[in-house]
């Protein structure tokens, strides 16, 4: 038989047994869901039973079924409500921990959109140490693969200045040159016009951390330097990977005594009390007090997998959000943070995904959390270490798209790079929702805010006004958009769309405004 014929033969073959199979797949899927629903009919019914009754832990234990039955047929918005209500009903059962990791999951399943305005900034609150009046100071840990440690080589790769730059010590580590404090690196910084971010560590725990001569010549040191210093004194103090976590009376104890000899040695050192963003139910008990605190700075890494599964609808606005709701009474500053784009434990490159991240970090949350003042990124290949997991990629010069975005959004004028007391980007600004903002006149700046589950990107945000008629598009985020209001209604609505990459609408969501004040 002539071989082509037998080919054609065969494909013949399997496109009839597709087509035989399709209607009952379709009709497999069809039952799935129908049992599904019975199951959540049932499982509400029971739901209600509980709740009644009061019965916290039966209906957090239901609210949970029904969100990962709603989450298997990808009805992802039910599915974060009953997520979001297992974290209820365990916080009324008196165990609000325990229904953390379901409130994150109902984070990474929903959908949101928001529109913001920009507006003049008001300053009506005393600042603290070294904090502007608005904008954020963009950060480094220089210890990308070209530069190896070194600020000066770092500002050289990037092209760009850093306001702040991050290194480590640990308590009684002299330098060669029998310095406590890092002389030199301090000095690298101050001659191109920087402040130095010091991660002080007390390796050898809390009781290592004492009024002596260590501690008062690198105080000492710090002043001298002559510029300005943010000491960010055993950070991470509510994780159980560092040796000075678990007492948070002494942690609170020796923090103050941190904080009162720098105040006597070293007015150019800001105290900044820095936890990691999860595990966040055992935060509060190390906070020192707030006449000891200066900043409140937060790791805060994203990263597509971990622990087995897959992150993606992780979000650092998320994960701020409950965090800085509670402590943006004071400046708030990502200590370090940084986008994995490469996961070495699938071997699988998330660059997309881990653009669209760069972009939420940097081009969405300083506006939409005024108070948060600072990101230091953490610029580092974890293959490179000896002392932590090797399972990330974070070094932007590996991945010619993350390090266009990166300079990208770090070059909105709304990024400081200089470090003063009461510092004003170029055009001061701040941002709020548009039905909060005042004074729409004229053309106003807007952005939207989109988050879609799983992490899925948007690919453009259109806007139209209150008769439907097309205004502006974007196609890029943060979907900066400049319209007239004065073409407007005084009151009225403006209705966002946004479109994936085949221009089909994903969300459509209307947003009242009002040009003049409440």
């Known amino acids: 038989m002539n071989p082509s014929a037998s080919i054609r033969k065969l494909l013949g073959i399997l496109c009839a047994i597709a087509l035989l199979c399709a209607p009952l797949a379709a009709a497999g899927q069809a039952e799935a869901a129908g049992n599904s629903a019975s199951s959540i009919k049932t499982l509400e019914s029971k739901l209600q039973s509980a709740v009644n009754k009061k019965q916290w832990n039966l209906a957090a234990t ?28 365990w916080t009324k059962y008196g165990k609000p921990s325990w229904g953390i990791a379901n409130s994150i999951r109902a984070d990474h399943l929903r959908t949101v959109v928001a529109l913001y305005a920009e507006q003049p900034v008001k300053t009506d609150r005393k600042l603290e140490k070294f904090e502007p009046q608005a904008g954020a100071y963009v950060g480094l840990y220089p210890a ?13 790769a990037f092209g760009k200045k850093h306001a702040i730059y991050l290194t480590y010590t640990h308590f009684h580590k002299y330098y060669a040159d029998g310095s406590a404090f890092p002389v030199k690196y301090a000095q690298e910084i101050k001659e191109l016009g920087g402040a130095l971010q010091i991660g002080f ?3 050898g725990g809390l009781d290592e951390v ?23 004194f055993a950070s991470e103090m509510n994780g159980e990977w560092v040796p000075w976590y678990g007492d948070p009376k002494k942690y609170i ?31 509060d008990p190390y906070y020192p007090g707030d006449e000891y605190v200066d900043w409140v700075g937060f790791s805060l890494y994203i990263i597509p997998f971990s622990h087995g599964e897959l992150k993606l609808g992780g979000n650092p606005i998320d994960y701020l959000r409950p965090l800085y709701e509670k402590y943006s009474h004071k400046p708030i500053m990502i200590s370090e943070g940084a986008v994995s784009f490469y996961s070495y434990q699938l071997d699988r490159d998330f660059t997309d995904w881990g653009v669209g991240q760069l972009a939420n970090m940097y081009a969405y949350m300083p506006r939409m959390f005024p108070m948060l003042k600072a990101i230091t990124y953490f610029d580092l290949d974890k293959r490179m270490t000896n002392y932590d997991n090797q399972n990330n990629n974070y070094d932007l010069h590996d ?5 266009s975005a990166y300079l990208r959004y770090t070059s909105s004028p709304y990024f400081l790079t200089k470090v003063e007391d009461g510092a004003l980007p170029a055009r001061p ?3 709020k929702p548009v039905g909060e903002a005042e004074g729409l006149s004229g053309w106003v700046r807007l952005f939207t805010y989109v988050k879609l589950p799983l992490g899925e990107q948007p690919y453009a945000v259109h806007l139209y006004d209150h008769n439907k008629k097309l205004l502006k598009r974007s196609y890029a985020p943060p979907f900066d958009m400049i319209i007239n209001f004065d073409e407007l209604p005084d009151t009225g609505t403006l209705t966002v769309k946004v479109l994936n990459e085949k221009f089909h609408v994903l969300v459509t969501q209307e947003f009242p405004y009002r040009k003049t004040a409440r």
């Open 144 to 156: 990308g693969k070209g530069f190896s440690g070194s600020p000066s080589g770092a500002e050289k």
């Open 210 to 232: 004492r009024d002596d001569a260590y501690l008062r010549q690198f105080a000492r040191e710090a002043a001298e330097s002559g510029i300005p210093v943010f000491l960010r």
């Open 62 to 89: 239901y609210a949970k079924q029904i969100a990962e039955l709603y989450e298997s047929l990808r009805q992802y918005d039910k599915a974060s409500h009953y997520y979001d209500l297992n974290a209820e009903y």
């Open 429 to 431: 600004v701040t941002y």
């Open 253 to 283: 104890e020796k923090f103050r005594l941190v904080h009162d000899i720098m105040a006597e040695e070293a007015p150019n050192v800001a105290m900044v009390w820095s936890p990691n963003f999860l595990p966040r139910d055992n935060i």
């Open 399 to 403: 991945s010619p798209k993350m390090l």
């Open 201 to 203: 560590e007390p390796l």
